[in-house]
Structure formats: structure tokens, C-alpha cells
């Protein structure tokens, strides 16, 4: 039974709390996002949750079993994190960063096997990126090195993958792109997937299940629906807004009230 | 406003009173009122001479100079928008100083003061820097990560000079350890104008530089000319550094200290920075000096030049230590530089193991003469020669494979034994058992050495544990326990006249005279601490991804950088103890390796170690050579090949780009 939660949780650095005591689980084969104001602890959440950040108080359960007693490198077979911007010294190839992904399962003469390979070239496929296997990563547009990144965490593996801001940075062409391929790993390989994005409209999208955090705790989760609400907005952001339907998908869409435009303002509504 | 006066006056009563402290000191004793005298009511007696003649100008020229150096930093500081900028820590004190002894060894006649070599000095260095350093935004560690090259460059060019030119070089060690001694007012008479130009002119230009702290954009959108003020800022740091460092010699920390505290005590405006900076550096200065001679007795001497440093050392590491809590551990990876085509690895090991054969042949053969008969021709080979290449060949690859797994581990190209500091205690180490232990003979030495390195690579771990070892904290953690076993080794020689030759010969870094017991030390070393480098160059891979993701495809990144830390030193101490402090290898070779193989760590390495054992052989038959039946010691061989391909290396490396 493969399953991730967090039992308990207080996570933050030094002397701050960010999350307070928050018990969470992730649903399985699932995509979910979390959302919240800048300095919520979305990205704190992910990362305690891949063991890049040790809870001050209470665990991560991975299969059942505290992730803080189990062997790094059987973890990294189970669970893939891609960070927030991660760089790279600039010599390294395209296929040497994917083969980065078959870490955990080599031993000591560090010498690829036919699975590996198998896992790599499989990669690289999925992520489009067959045909780049041996230019260097700093010859590549940025939303080509998201793909890179994410081929890593994909020959990983695993069944589970976090995602910290996967689209940040990138035009919106890439965005749609990254988070398509994200979507396709998941419909079609079953790969659960957790992850932090900022803009809503695509969030309501693209989730199965959304996560929205505020004041330390979780505010409210369930389908997009539930969770992209006008009063949820004005709550967790402090923003008014309106929400209609995405013309396209029929998911919950943010209109947001601009407090300087006077005709369409909720006052000059209520006049 | 009012604490700022508060300030100044209060160091005034200070220096005051360490100036009177300062007056007193000496080999005669002098009462005050024989101090007063001899200022206002001057009788041409002997005290009264004394006084005027070699204690005065001592003072005065100390309050200049500390002043000078002061508002030099403060200059430097804001300028360049570094912390940790001053004379020093950029490298402009030791260009100052390689100019001043280049002149001399030349123009062994002049009995001047050597200003302008020392204004040359110190403007191509502050250039170089500044080209160095820029790169993008002009980040203040790489600048003064390329100051502290720029400086290791320099002294080693100025200790070849030194060991090539003993006889017209000798005079310069005392000041090259910065010293105030004084005979006459010239000194005084020379620098006064020169630094009572630079405080006005910085007095002057205080308004616009406070503007300049709110960033060029800004700055500039308030119509400031920013290149100007910034250039001219900086030329008058130079000004008044050179004509303090043509007068009593390259004297560290001044620039750096006296800034920090003001900055602390809470003035903010550049005037009044610049004003209670120039006392409060004359306090140190005095201070330091009177300090320094308080621990001396009659003709014995030790440089102030050292003494700051011991003082400003610790306080540049308690810097590091205070701002090191705030200094998250990057998780960025390692950020190299590779070539665009990669050359065959297998070619490569069999290319590179072939030029090493054919140099242990040729240096086999030469010596410099010929041998008539060859049984005296079989015995120096077999005795004197083959030991001695094997060594070089070995503690290269040794010092190559440490900087490797330094830089990887600490995520800095820059990182190698002599820059973070473990050279500069395996120094130490030696020549406390050359001089103090009596009968020391080469494995005393090499022992003490090795005891000395560790020590170093203790102190600069611990303290930089803090941060998680962050690399810029070890690098300033570095640089301050350098400073203290330079100025420490510096004492010892100076104060000592027995072995003076031998012990810069073995600062310099010598193959000379190596025998079987420190080629068996090396190839145990090697083939014990080689590897498990080579097994943890698998996990080097990962770590190099940064922390974050080596830990999410698996690695225990604190443990492989710890073991790697310390395998990495083991190394850099075994080799340093059997060579003395050859420099620049372990950052030469990494830095061709992955230029020539790529990022994989197993494939460097291997390269490293080849390349590292080519150098440094190729050093040993070249110093042997060109000026026989004298001797170059390789290791300023290899700084003089290696300290241009470095600044290249710096150079080209500032235009990477996260």
C-alpha cells in the first residue's frame, strides 16, 4: 500500500515556525497542488515532505514507515523531488544529468545497467528531449532545462514526485507545456503528484486536489471547486475577485478587482 | 551627531594615552616629563634626540599610516560595495609590495623612499582586481576571493625575487612584515602631505558616496556621475595606501578592523565614518606596535605588519563567525568551467602517462652536468635523483587530488590547501621544529608540519561549522588563520638569524634533497587515501548537483562531504609536510582536468593526480636546470608557470554566469 502523509507537522528554520502541527496526506495517484500567500509554507511543506528539511516536530510517513529513519537512497527509488530552480555546473550534458536519475540504484563501480539505460532513454522521450541527449544544459532555452530536470526525477523512477514551483520563471508557452507533461505522467503512468504553483487559474486546471494554506494550517482542501472560492480568495490572499467558469475546461477562473479602476469595483457594484 | 563626536573624542583620549605608552617604550626608559621636554623645551641632550629623532617619527608616522589604511578600507569598502574589501583583502598591499621589491632587487642603489613602485604596484593590482571581480553586479566574494589569489599570486613572486636576489632583497623582509621603525622624519615628512591630500579629498567626495549606497541605478538617476566619483574614490584608496606602504611596508587588517568598528558603534554618514575611521585606525596601529613592543626587549624586533594581523585575524574570523549564522549553506552546485570539445578519456590517461615517462627520463638524464665516470653517475642517480622525482612526481599528484576534492566539497574553484589556509599552518608547523626543537632533522619537520596543517583545517572547519560550511565563510576563515601563520612565521624569521635561507627554501617549496622515507610516505598515502577518493567521486557526482538534489536522488551530502573534507586534508597535510608549501597545483590541475574531461568525478580525478604529478616534476627539472649549480625550488616554479594560467582562469570564470 503506497501512500505519503505527514502526521503532526511543525516545520520551520531556526527560531520560526511556518507550519504549526499540520496532519496531511496526499491522495495516490492524484495531482495536487498546494496554493497560499507568498511565505506560507508551500515550498517548507514539499520540502520537509521529500526529507530536504527535517520537521521540528512530528514525521513524514512513507508507506507507513517515518522517513527519517529509513535509508536515503531507498527513499530516493520511492520519492523524487525536483527543487526550486536548481543550476548546474555548465559542462554537464543533457544525458549525463538524466543518468544523474539512476543514482540510487547503482552500486559502487557506478556503471549504468540495461534497465538504467532503458529508464534513461525512456526519459528523455517522454520529456521530448531525445534528440538534445548530448548538447550541454547551458545551450538550452529555459523551459527545455525544466524538461531536462524533470527527466531526472522521472528515470528515478519513483511513483511519487514533488514539484517546487516547477513553472516559475518560464514563459507561459513553457508553462503550459511542463505542466501538460506533468498531467500526461500522471493520467497515463499513474505517477502521484505533489506540487507548488502560483497562478491559480492553471492550478484549478490541473489539480485533482487542492491543498490552500494559511496561518500555518491548512485552510481548506478538496476539488478546485471547493477550494477556488471567492470567500477562500479573500480569506487566504486578502483580494477580492470573481470567479467564473474557464470558458475551456469549466474549472474555477480568478477575476480580481483592481482597487484603482473605479467602474468595475465591488463598491461601484453596490451602487 | 552628537555620539559620533563623542566617538572621536574618546579615540582621541586613546590614542593620546597610547601614544604616550607608545613614546616610552624602548630600550631606554624615558620619564614624561622628559617626553614633554623634549617636545617643547628641546636641550640637545641625548634623551631629547631620542626622542625627536627615532620615537616621534615612530608615533607619528604609526597614527598616519593606521589613519591612512583606515579611510583606504572605508574607500574600498563603499566603493565596492564590499564588506570585506580593503588593501589587503584585494590583493593592492602585495602587488604594492612585489613592485617595491622588484625595484629594489633592480635598482639596488636608491635610498629613497620606492613611492612610485609602490603607487604601480598597487594600481595594476587594484586594476586586475577589479577586472577580476566584476563579472556580473560585482559580487563582493568573487572579488575578494579573486583579491586573495591576486595576493597568493604576488607573494609568490615576491619570494622568488626574495630567494633569487637574496643579497639585494635582504633588507626588505623586516618591511615587508610592515614595520614603524623610523630614523629620521623622512618617512613622516614624505607621507603626511600625501595622506592629508587623500583624507581631504575623501572628506570631499563623502556627500556623493553616500549617495552611491543606494546603488548605481539610483545614484545615477539623482545625476551623479557614478564611473567617476567610483574611479576617483578608489584612486584615492590607492594613493593612500601606496604612500603608507612605501613607508613602513604592507601592514593587513588595519583597512578592514578600524572600518567594521565605527560601522558598528552605529555612524552611518561616509564623512563621519571617514573621520572616526582615521583615528580609531591610528589607534589600532599605535596600539598594535606599542603592543608589539611591549612583548620585546631591547634590540629584538617584531613587525607590527605581523601583529595586526594577529589582532585583526581572530577579528576577521569572529566577522565571519557573526555573519555566518545568517548564511544559509548554498545549495547551489559546484559552477565550473568545461571545454566546449571533450578529448577521448582513455587517449587522454595514456597521452598524459607517456609525456610523464618521457619527463622522468629526461630528468633522470639531466642535472645540470655531466658525469665522467658512471659508477659517481650510477650513485646520484640511484641516490639523489630517482628519490627525489619520484617525490615530485608523487606529492603532485598528492596536492592535485586534495585541491580536487577541496573544491568539490566546499563548492568553490578556488579552494585548494593554500588558499583555505592548511599550507600556511603546515608552514608554521615546520618552522617552529626548525627552529625550537633542537636537532630537528627532515622528519621531525615533516611531522611538526603535518601536526601544523591538521591544526589549521581544524580551526578553519570548527569555525566554519557554524554555517554549515558555507563556502565564502570558509574562504574568510581561511584567509584570517593565513594571515595569523604568515605573520607568526614571519616573526620567527625575522627574529631569528640561524637557518634563515633554509627555512624560505622550504617556505618556497623544495624538491631538493628528498630521499626513500618520503616517497614511501607518499605512495602509502596515496594508495591508501586514493581510493576511497576515487569510491567517493561516485557520490562527488551527486553532491556537485547541489544539496538539495543530492539528497533527493540519494546521498548522504554532509557525510560525503565530511569524509571527502577530511581525506582531502589528510592529503594536502602529508603532501605540503614532504614538499613544503607548493601552491597552485591542486587548483591547476582540478581546473585542466575538468576542462579537459568533463564533470565526472571519477575521470578528474585521475586526470587531476596525472597532471598534478607532471607539474610539479616538470617544476623540479626545470628549477634544477636553468640556473645550475644553483636551484629554483619547484614550488615557485610552478607559481611562476601556474600564477598566469590562474589569472586567466579567474578571468575567464568571472564572465560565468549562475
Same mark, same amino acid.
Given at each position: 500500500?503506497?501512500?505519503?502523509?505527514?502526521?503532526?507537522?511543525?516545520?520551520?528554520?531556526?527560531?520560526?515556525?511556518?507550519?504549526?502541527?499540520?496532519?496531511?496526506?496526499?491522495?495516490?495517484?492524484?495531482?495536487?497542488?498546494?496554493?497560499?500567500?507568498?511565505?506560507?509554507?508551500?515550498?517548507?511543506?514539499?520540502?520537509?515532505?521529500?526529507?530536504?528539511?527535517?520537521?521540528?516536530?512530528?514525521?513524514?510517513?512513507?508507506?507507513?514507515?517515518?522517513?527519517?529513519?529509513?535509508?536515503?537512497?531507498?527513499?530516493?527509488?520511492?520519492?523524487?523531488?525536483?527543487?526550486?530552480?536548481?543550476?548546474?555546473?555548465?559542462?554537464?550534458?543533457?544525458?549525463?544529468?538524466? /543518468?544523474?536519475?539512476?543514482?540510487?540504484?547503482?552500486?559502487?563501480?557506478?556503471?549504468?545497467?540495461?534497465?538504467?539505460?532503458?529508464?534513461?532513454?525512456?526519459?528523455?522521450?517522454?520529456?521530448?528531449?531525445?534528440?538534445?541527449?548530448?548538447?550541454?544544459?547551458?545551450?538550452?532555452?529555459?523551459?527545455?532545462?525544466?524538461?531536462?530536470?524533470?527527466?531526472?526525477?522521472?528515470?528515478?523512477?519513483?511513483?511519487?514526485?514533488?514539484?517546487?514551483?516547477?513553472?516559475?520563471?518560464?514563459?507561459?508557452?513553457?508553462?503550459? /507545456?511542463?505542466?501538460?507533461?506533468?498531467?500526461?505522467?500522471?493520467? /497515463?503512468?499513474?505517477?502521484?503528484?505533489?506540487?507548488?504553483?502560483?497562478?491559480?487559474?492553471?492550478?484549478?486546471?490541473?489539480?485533482?486536489?487542492?491543498?490552500?494554506?494559511?496561518?500555518?494550517?491548512?485552510?481548506?482542501?478538496?476539488?478546485?471547486?471547493?477550494?477556488?472560492?471567492?470567500?477562500?480568495?479573500?480569506?487566504?490572499?486578502?483580494?477580492?475577485?470573481?470567479?467564473?467558469?474557464?470558458?475551456?475546461?469549466?474549472?474555477?477562473?480568478?477575476?480580481?478587482?483592481?482597487?484603482?479602476?473605479?467602474?468595475?469595483?465591488?463598491?461601484?457594484?453596490?451602487? | 551627531?552628537?555620539?559620533?563626536?563623542?566617538?572621536?573624542? @574618546?579615540?582621541?583620549?586613546?590614542?593620546?594615552?597610547?601614544?604616550?605608552?607608545?613614546?616610552?617604550?624602548?630600550?631606554?626608559?624615558?620619564?614624561?616629563?622628559?617626553?614633554?621636554?623634549?617636545?617643547?623645551?628641546?636641550?640637545?641632550?641625548?634623551?631629547?634626540?631620542?626622542?625627536?629623532?627615532?620615537?616621534?617619527?615612530?608615533?607619528?608616522?604609526?597614527?598616519?599610516?593606521?589613519?591612512?589604511?583606515?579611510?583606504?578600507?572605508?574607500?574600498?569598502?563603499?566603493?565596492?560595495?564590499?564588506?570585506? $574589501?580593503?588593501?589587503?583583502?584585494?590583493?593592492?598591499?602585495?602587488?604594492?609590495?612585489?613592485?617595491?621589491?622588484?625595484?629594489?632587487?633592480?635598482? *639596488?642603489?636608491?635610498?629613497?623612499?620606492? %613611492?612610485?613602485?609602490?603607487?604601480?604596484? $598597487?594600481? #595594476?593590482?587594484?586594476?586586475?582586481?577589479?577586472? @577580476?571581480?566584476?563579472?556580473?553586479?560585482?559580487?563582493?566574494?568573487?572579488?575578494?576571493?579573486?583579491?586573495?589569489?591576486? *595576493?597568493?599570486?604576488?607573494?609568490?613572486?615576491?619570494?622568488?625575487?626574495?630567494?633569487?636576489?637574496?643579497?639585494?632583497?635582504? =633588507?626588505?623582509?623586516?618591511?615587508?612584515?610592515? *614595520?614603524?621603525?623610523?630614523?629620521?622624519?623622512?618617512?613622516?615628512?614624505?607621507?603626511?602631505? @600625501?595622506?592629508?591630500?587623500?583624507?581631504? %579629498?575623501?572628506?570631499?567626495?563623502?556627500?556623493?558616496?553616500?549617495?552611491?549606497?543606494?546603488?548605481?541605478?539610483?545614484?545615477?538617476?539623482?545625476?551623479?556621475?557614478?564611473?567617476?566619483? +567610483?574611479?576617483?574614490?578608489?584612486?584615492?584608496?590607492?594613493? $593612500?595606501?601606496?604612500?603608507?606602504?612605501?613607508?613602513?611596508?604592507?601592514?593587513? %587588517?588595519?583597512?578592514?578592523?578600524?572600518?567594521?568598528?565605527?560601522?558598528?558603534?552605529?555612524?552611518?554618514?561616509? +564623512?563621519?565614518?571617514?573621520?572616526?575611521?582615521?583615528?580609531?585606525?591610528?589607534?589600532?596601529?599605535?596600539?598594535?606596535?606599542?603592543?608589539?613592543?611591549?612583548?620585546?626587549?631591547?634590540? &629584538?624586533?617584531?613587525?607590527?605588519?605581523?601583529?595586526?594581523?594577529?589582532?585583526?585575524?581572530?577579528?576577521?574570523?569572529?566577522?565571519?563567525?557573526?555573519?555566518?549564522? !545568517?548564511?544559509?549553506?548554498?545549495?547551489?552546485? @559546484?559552477?565550473?568551467?568545461?571545454?566546449?570539445?571533450?578529448?577521448?578519456?582513455?587517449?587522454?590517461?595514456?597521452?598524459?602517462?607517456?609525456?610523464?615517462?618521457?619527463?622522468?627520463?629526461?630528468?633522470?638524464? !639531466?642535472?645540470?652536468?655531466?658525469?665522467?665516470?658512471?659508477?659517481?653517475?650510477?650513485?646520484?642517480?640511484?641516490?639523489?635523483?630517482?628519490?627525489?622525482?619520484?617525490?615530485?612526481?608523487?606529492?603532485?599528484?598528492?596536492?592535485?587530488?586534495?585541491?580536487?576534492?577541496?573544491?568539490?566539497?566546499?563548492?568553490?574553484?578556488?579552494?585548494?590547501?593554500?588558499?583555505?589556509?592548511?599550507?600556511?599552518?603546515?608552514?608554521?608547523?615546520?618552522?617552529?621544529?626548525?627552529?625550537?626543537?633542537?636537532?630537528?632533522?627532515?622528519?621531525?619537520?615533516?611531522?611538526?608540519?603535518?601536526?601544523?596543517?591538521?591544526?589549521?583545517?581544524?580551526?578553519?572547519?570548527?569555525?566554519?561549522?557554524?554555517?554549515?560550511?558555507?563556502?565564502?565563510?570558509?574562504?574568510?576563515? =581561511?584567509?584570517?588563520?593565513?594571515? #595569523?601563520?604568515?605573520?607568526?612565521?614571519? #616573526?620567527?624569521?625575522?627574529?631569528?638569524?640561524?637557518?634563515?635561507?633554509?627555512?624560505?627554501?622550504?617556505?618556497?617549496?623544495?624538491? &631538493?634533497? +628528498?630521499?626513500?622515507?618520503?616517497?614511501?610516505?607518499?605512495?602509502?598515502?596515496?594508495?591508501?587515501?586514493?581510493?576511497?577518493?576515487?569510491?567517493?567521486?561516485?557520490?562527488?557526482?551527486?553532491?556537485?548537483?547541489?544539496?538539495?538534489?543530492?539528497?533527493?536522488?540519494?546521498?548522504?551530502?554532509?557525510?560525503?562531504?565530511?569524509?571527502? *573534507?577530511?581525506?582531502?586534508?589528510?592529503?594536502?597535510?602529508?603532501?605540503?609536510?614532504?614538499?613544503?608549501?607548493?601552491?597552485?597545483?591542486?587548483?591547476?590541475?582540478?581546473?585542466?582536468?575538468?576542462?579537459?574531461?568533463?564533470?565526472?568525478? +571519477?575521470?578528474?580525478?585521475?586526470?587531476?593526480?596525472?597532471?598534478?604529478?607532471?607539474?610539479?616534476?616538470?617544476?623540479?627539472?626545470?628549477?634544477?636546470?636553468?640556473?645550475?649549480?644553483?636551484?629554483?625550488?619547484?614550488?615557485?616554479?610552478?607559481?611562476?608557470?601556474?600564477?598566469?594560467?590562474?589569472?586567466?582562469?579567474?578571468?575567464?570564470?568571472?564572465?560565468?554566469?549562475?
Amino acid at each position: 500500500m503506497k501512500n505519503i502523509r505527514g502526521s503532526k507537522l511543525t516545520l520551520g528554520y531556526e527560531n520560526t515556525v511556518i507550519i504549526d502541527g499540520v496532519s496531511i496526506e496526499f491522495p495516490m495517484n492524484k495531482i495536487t497542488i498546494l496554493i497560499g500567500a507568498n511565505g506560507c509554507g508551500k515550498s517548507t511543506m514539499v520540502r520537509s515532505f521529500a526529507r530536504l528539511l527535517k520537521p521540528m516536530e512530528g514525521q513524514v510517513l512513507l508507506n507507513g514507515r517515518n522517513i527519517s529513519t529509513m535509508v536515503n537512497k531507498d527513499i530516493s527509488k520511492e520519492l523524487a523531488i525536483l527543487p526550486q530552480n536548481p543550476i548546474v555546473a555548465g559542462g554537464i550534458t543533457v544525458k549525463e544529468l538524466v /543518468e544523474m536519475g539512476r543514482f540510487p540504484y547503482q552500486n559502487w563501480q557506478n556503471k549504468l545497467k540495461a534497465e538504467d539505460k532503458e529508464m534513461v532513454e525512456k526519459a528523455l522521450k517522454d520529456t521530448n528531449m531525445l534528440e538534445f541527449k548530448d548538447r550541454r544544459l547551458d545551450s538550452l532555452s529555459g523551459g527545455q532545462k525544466q524538461r531536462v530536470w524533470i527527466a531526472m526525477v522521472l528515470a528515478q523512477g519513483t511513483d511519487i514526485i514533488l514539484l517546487d514551483e516547477p513553472t516559475t520563471f518560464l514563459d507561459v508557452t513553457y508553462q503550459i /507545456e511542463i505542466l501538460d507533461l506533468i498531467y500526461k505522467l500522471n493520467r /497515463e503512468e499513474g505517477k502521484t503528484i505533489v506540487m507548488v504553483l502560483h497562478d491559480l487559474n492553471l492550478s484549478s486546471r490541473y489539480a485533482d486536489h487542492m491543498i490552500a494554506l494559511k496561518d500555518k494550517r491548512v485552510y481548506r482542501q478538496g476539488t478546485p471547486d471547493q477550494v477556488v472560492t471567492k470567500d477562500l480568495i479573500k480569506d487566504v490572499f486578502g483580494m477580492d475577485c470573481e470567479i467564473i467558469k474557464d470558458p475551456l475546461y469549466k474549472t474555477p477562473m480568478l477575476v480580481p478587482y483592481s482597487q484603482a479602476i473605479w467602474s468595475s469595483s465591488p463598491a461601484s457594484q453596490a451602487i | 551627531m552628537l555620539m559620533n563626536k563623542r566617538i572621536v573624542v @574618546l579615540g582621541l583620549v586613546i590614542l593620546a594615552v597610547l601614544s604616550l605608552i607608545h613614546i616610552k617604550q624602548g630600550s631606554v626608559d624615558l620619564s614624561v616629563r622628559t617626553i614633554v621636554g623634549a617636545i617643547f623645551k628641546y636641550d640637545q641632550s641625548v634623551e631629547h634626540d631620542l626622542i625627536r629623532d627615532l620615537r616621534l617619527p615612530r608615533l607619528v608616522i604609526g597614527i598616519i599610516a593606521g589613519g591612512s589604511l583606515a579611510i583606504s578600507g572605508v574607500l574600498f569598502q563603499s566603493l565596492m560595495r564590499n564588506p570585506l $574589501a580593503s588593501a589587503s583583502t584585494l590583493g593592492v598591499s602585495a602587488g604594492s609590495y612585489f613592485s617595491v621589491v622588484l625595484f629594489s632587487v633592480f635598482f *639596488s642603489g636608491f635610498r629613497g623612499i620606492p %613611492f612610485f613602485p609602490a603607487l604601480v604596484g $598597487a594600481l #595594476i593590482a587594484a586594476i586586475v582586481v577589479l577586472i @577580476l571581480g566584476r563579472g556580473r553586479g560585482a559580487d563582493p566574494v568573487r572579488m575578494t576571493l579573486a583579491g586573495v589569489a591576486l *595576493s597568493l599570486v604576488f607573494s609568490s613572486m615576491t619570494s622568488a625575487l626574495q630567494l633569487l636576489f637574496e643579497h639585494e632583497s635582504k =633588507g626588505l623582509f623586516l618591511w615587508g612584515a610592515g *614595520s614603524l621603525v623610523q630614523n629620521s622624519w623622512r618617512g613622516v615628512k614624505f607621507a603626511l602631505p @600625501l595622506v592629508l591630500v587623500c583624507l581631504a %579629498f575623501s572628506l570631499i567626495i563623502s556627500r556623493k558616496i553616500d549617495i552611491m549606497q543606494l546603488g548605481d541605478d539610483t545614484a545615477s538617476s539623482l545625476g551623479l556621475n557614478v564611473v567617476l566619483y +567610483r574611479y576617483i574614490g578608489i584612486g584615492i584608496g590607492i594613493l $593612500a595606501t601606496s604612500s603608507v606602504v612605501a613607508v613602513v611596508g604592507p601592514i593587513a %587588517f588595519v583597512g578592514i578592523v578600524a572600518p567594521h568598528i565605527v560601522k558598528r558603534l552605529g555612524v552611518k554618514k561616509t +564623512r563621519e565614518i571617514l573621520v572616526s575611521s582615521f583615528v580609531l585606525g591610528a589607534v589600532v596601529l599605535v596600539g598594535a606596535d606599542a603592543l608589539a613592543r611591549a612583548f620585546t626587549s631591547g634590540s &629584538y624586533e617584531l613587525p607590527v605588519g605581523a601583529f595586526t594581523a594577529i589582532i585583526g585575524g581572530p577579528w576577521l574570523i569572529y566577522l565571519a563567525f557573526k555573519t555566518g549564522k !545568517n548564511m544559509g549553506n548554498s545549495s547551489y552546485g @559546484l559552477l565550473v568551467q568545461t571545454g566546449k570539445k571533450r578529448l577521448a578519456y582513455k587517449a587522454l590517461v595514456i597521452g598524459l602517462c607517456l609525456v610523464i615517462l618521457l619527463v622522468f627520463v629526461l630528468s633522470l638524464g !639531466n642535472g645540470g652536468s655531466s658525469f665522467l665516470r658512471s659508477a659517481t653517475r650510477d650513485f646520484v642517480i640511484a641516490r639523489i635523483r630517482l628519490p627525489r622525482i619520484v617525490t615530485a612526481l608523487l606529492a603532485g599528484i598528492v596536492l592535485a587530488i586534495s585541491g580536487f576534492l577541496l573544491q568539490t566539497v566546499l563548492n568553490n574553484t578556488l579552494a585548494d590547501p593554500s588558499t583555505l589556509g592548511v599550507t600556511p599552518g603546515a608552514a608554521l608547523g615546520a618552522l617552529v621544529a626548525i627552529y625550537f626543537l633542537k636537532g630537528s632533522t627532515s622528519l621531525t619537520i615533516s611531522i611538526s608540519a603535518f601536526i601544523g596543517a591538521l591544526a589549521a583545517a581544524a580551526v578553519i572547519f570548527i569555525i566554519s561549522k557554524r554555517s554549515k560550511y558555507n563556502p565564502i565563510m570558509l574562504i574568510l576563515v =581561511g584567509m584570517a588563520v593565513t594571515a #595569523i601563520c604568515d605573520a607568526a612565521v614571519n #616573526i620567527i624569521v625575522i627574529n631569528t638569524t640561524v637557518g634563515k635561507s633554509a627555512s624560505l627554501v622550504w617556505l618556497a617549496g623544495s624538491t &631538493y634533497g +628528498r630521499n626513500w622515507t618520503n616517497v614511501m610516505t607518499l605512495l602509502v598515502a596515496i594508495l591508501t587515501l586514493g581510493p576511497i577518493a576515487w569510491l567517493l567521486c561516485r557520490n562527488l557526482d551527486a553532491v556537485m548537483l547541489g544539496q538539495d538534489i543530492a539528497t533527493a536522488i540519494g546521498t548522504n551530502v554532509q557525510r560525503i562531504r565530511l569524509l571527502s *573534507s577530511l581525506v582531502g586534508i589528510l592529503l594536502a597535510a602529508i603532501g605540503v609536510a614532504t614538499v613544503g608549501t607548493v601552491g597552485f597545483i591542486g587548483l591547476l590541475a582540478p581546473h585542466m582536468a575538468r576542462f579537459l574531461t568533463g564533470i565526472k568525478h +571519477r575521470k578528474n580525478l585521475v586526470v587531476t593526480g596525472l597532471l598534478g604529478g607532471l607539474l610539479l616534476m616538470t617544476a623540479d627539472l626545470i628549477g634544477r636546470v636553468v640556473i645550475y649549480p644553483s636551484e629554483i625550488p619547484s614550488g615557485l616554479v610552478v607559481s611562476i608557470i601556474g600564477a598566469p594560467y590562474f589569472l586567466w582562469l579567474l578571468y575567464s570564470t568571472s564572465k560565468l554566469k549562475r
